[in-house]
Nanobody, 119 residues
């Protein structure tokens, strides 16, 4: 039931935009509403880093490098979380992962979606 499915990655030119989506198709809506949701990214050979997260109440946090460019949001009725990425830079190239964390601290990861920013 904790399965997460990401979509929306792809190839984009510098300065372009992408919108990532993370769905929890098998999750009960009342459970999804209790989760903290987050987007992480990872470049080969480097540690996975937190990009943004959103609490069950809608409070958001961002890593400094994406502030003002990325926006995380959630639609509880659709059991989805989004990452709107604007003004993309080559250094944003990575595999982006969705993660859920329940109030007990248990988490699930999605399979990841590749984002490539290149001219």
């Amino acid at each position: 039931q904790g399965q997460l499915v990401e979509s929306g990655g792809g190839l984009v030119q510098p300065g372009g935009s992408l919108r990532l989506s993370c769905a929890a198709p098998r999750m009960i809506t009342s459970v999804f509403n209790t989760l903290t949701m987050a987007w992480y990214r990872q470049v080969a050979g480097k540690q996975r880093e937190l990009v943004a997260n959103i609490s069950r109440s809608g409070t958001t946090t961002y890593t400094d490098s994406v502030k003002g460019r990325f926006t995380i949001s959630r639609d509880n009725s659709r059991k989805r979380v989004y990452l709107q990425m604007n003004n993309l830079k080559p250094e944003d190239t990575a595999i982006y992962y969705c993660k859920s964390t329940d109030p007990r601290g248990s988490g699930h990861w999605g399979q990841g979606t590749q984002v490539t920013v290149s001219s």
